[in-house]
């Protein structure tokens, strides 16, 4: 289960950057998403992993330790807001810089002309 | 009522948000101007008892919900802390003034926000416990990146995507930082984090060191240290100058997070871990000293230079946090207030001046001749004189202090010929910048309805209150450099008094 569980947070958090790093706004926001599911899988593992354990202190020798979840329960709430924020900002920096490129600029790809349409209209 | 007092400070700006934006206080621009002044007046005078009150019996800890501490949260409230949540609550309340004249209108909500992120703020200053800090960040944050799109225009935009993506990215390195030392410490206290660190052993001592090392990560971004501080001077510089002032607070959030985590937790008594981040965060402020220093003198405009003095007193900060001694501390808090103040005032004043220069706006280059060339000009020189820390103001109080205090550091000869170059950089550039902005005039420029718009864009009695407020800081820390730096020395020294804390912080407060 552990190794499972370390290879999925993995491939998330290496899916995230990747896409964190690509040019357009889409794949960022999708790539922050990724990474914030995996750091709320890699929180939730810190009180340690077990199967079938009451999250309740002092009935049963062993116990799930509760903390994790609160706080990947925040974490959760904290990462919804702000994807939506930055959701709402990546469109308007549509609308207002003409393209979704997160630099606002559409990089020259090739040696033709056509710099009017790739500078910024500001 | 007194035993709630440290929890006011943050509870306060929570409901005068929450009130300026229900009716009647929101209804209309005048009341809710009206409001937003006095409940930031009221959250300033209560920080200010707050300050008195552990002055006069010793730290303040609130358990939050009676939970004490290592299980639940619990604010502490000791002299650094309050010093600057007071220090927030004044920028807040001079920021809601100068805003009054007519900024507030560019955008909606602007005086909720304001007041959220007086809560965030004063919340990250006075928490106790690590994972309330992250929360305390992303309130703060919110809010922040709501305001810097206030009244923001196209390259607004893109500065506020970068900085948004940015912090999002930091904020899940924080979690991810947390996550290692919950899972090897097993606690999330302050206090108690300090107490475990140094009894790991075997391989937890390096997944330790990893999760303190990434929380430098996230401090360095919050507070722009090279190479994390490149977002800065774009935000700066395209935010509105009033909500630039009260940025200036939120770089030294990061700063005081590192003071908090690498002089508790993993201070001198963390065992093997102690002064895990200490060469790190020296040799990043030296970088950051000179790379504003090279901003500054390559500034063509006023914020962007005020920008640039941000990042030279980070780097300074965060050299003086390295140190780790009570004095380079303590010459760390008292540059730190001087620090927010002065740039704080120098991002008013440039929006101040811009205004009178019509077009030409704040750019340093020859344009028509400000309307108001005495106060505006003696305004400058005050803060000028401040920020580059020539006498007889504060800025050379400060100077001289962090250059002593790092004279027994081992690398003091990096930092000062670095720092003194640095500061003579600065010295040319405002130099420049101010002689170009009041002396050289091009009245060609002037076209002959622009008189009217200059006359109207006469400076309004709330920002000439606002603006004397912030500039009168630095005459004032002179006056009374005495008790403050008294103030500053007992406060480092409650930071560096380990055992102290740890018992006050866990007994809680007795």
Request: hydrophobic residues 55%; aromatic residues 10%.
């Amino acid at each position: 289960m552990e190794l499972l569980y370390a290879s999925s947070v993995g491939v998330l958090v290496s899916c995230g950057v990747f896409l964190i790093l690509r040019s357009r706004t889409f794949p960022v926001v999708l790539g922050l998403t990724m990474f914030s599911y995996a750091v709320n899988l890699f929180l939730f593992s810190s009180g340690r992993l077990s199967l079938n354990q009451a999250a309740v202190l002092g009935t049963s020798t062993e116990y799930a330790d509760p903390l994790p979840q609160a706080l990947v329960l925040t974490a959760i709430v904290i990462g919804f807001a702000m994807t939506a924020f930055v959701v709402i900002l990546a469109i308007r920096g549509r609308t207002d810089l003409g393209n979704d490129h997160v630099d606002g600029q559409v990089p020259d790809t090739n040696n033709h002309n056509n710099d009017n349409n790739n500078k910024v209209k500001v | 009522m007194t035993q709630h007092l440290a929890f006011l400070p943050v509870l306060l700006p929570m409901l005068a948000g929450v009130i300026l934006l229900t009716s009647p206080f929101g209804k209309n621009i005048t009341s809710r101007r009206v409001t937003s002044v006095v409940l930031s007046t009221i959250t300033f005078l209560v920080s200010l008892a707050l300050l008195l009150k552990v002055q006069a019996d010793g730290t303040q800890v609130y358990a939050i919900g009676e939970w004490s501490a290592p299980f639940g949260i619990v604010l502490v409230a000791d002299p650094l802390s309050t010093l600057l949540v007071s220090l927030t609550a004044l920028l807040g309340l001079v920021c809601v003034l100068y805003a009054s004249a007519g900024d507030d209108e560019k955008g909606s909500f602007f005086h909720p926000l304001v007041h959220f992120l007086i809560l965030g703020v004063n919340g990250a200053f006075l928490t106790g416990d690590i994972f309330n800090l992250f929360v305390f960040f992303e309130v703060l944050l919110i809010a922040s990146y709501a305001l810097l799109m206030h009244g923001g225009d196209k390259r607004n935009t893109r500065a506020a995507l970068h900085y948004v993506i940015l912090n999002l990215v930091g904020s899940a390195i924080f979690l991810i930082a947390l996550g290692v030392l919950y899972g090897v410490l097993g606690t999330l206290n302050m206090a108690d984090m300090a107490q475990k660190v140094a009894l790991l052993q075997g391989d937890d001592v390096y997944l330790a060191k990893i999760g303190g090392l990434l929380l430098l990560v996230v401090f360095a971004l919050k507070g722009a240290l090279l190479p994390l501080h490149l977002w800065l001077p774009n935000t700066y510089a395209t935010a509105m100058p009033v909500v630039a002032a009260l940025f200036a607070i939120m770089t030294k959030v990061g700063v005081y997070s590192m003071m908090r985590v690498y002089t508790l937790i993993f201070g001198d008594e963390a065992g093997e871990l102690s002064h895990i981040a200490q060469t790190w965060m020296w040799w990043f402020a030296m970088a950051t000293i000179a790379m504003g220093g090279v901003g500054v003198l390559a500034s063509k405009d006023l914020r962007k230079l005020t920008a640039n003095l941000v990042i030279v007193s980070v780097g300074t900060l965060v050299a003086l946090v390295a140190v780790q001694t009570i004095e380079a501390t303590s010459a760390a808090i008292y540059y730190l207030v001087h620090s927010t103040l002065v740039t704080a005032a120098l991002f008013l004043l440039a929006d101040l001046i811009g205004r009178q220069r019509g077009d030409v706006a704040d750019r340093i280059t020859a344009g028509p001749a400000v309307a108001q060339p005495r106060l505006l000009g003696v305004c400058f020189l005050v803060a000028a004189i401040a920020v580059i820390g020539m006498p007889p103001l504060s800025g050379f109080i400060g100077k001289v202090w962090l250059l002593k205090a790092t004279l027994d550091a081992e690398y003091t000869f990096v930092f000062w010929p670095l720092y003194l170059l640095v500061s003579l950089a600065i010295l040319l550039s405002v130099a420049k910048a101010g002689s170009t902005v009041f002396w050289h005039h091009q009245d060609s420029l002037i076209e002959s309805n622009a008189t009217d718009s200059v006359e109207q864009s006469r400076v309004h009695p709330a920002q000439l209150a606002a603006l004397i407020i912030l500039i009168s800081g630095a005459p004032l820390m002179t006056i009374f450099a005495g008790p403050l730096s008294e103030y500053a020395i007992g406060a480092a020294s409650q930071l560096h008094d380990f055992n102290n804390n740890i018992k006050i912080i866990l007994s809680g407060g007795h």
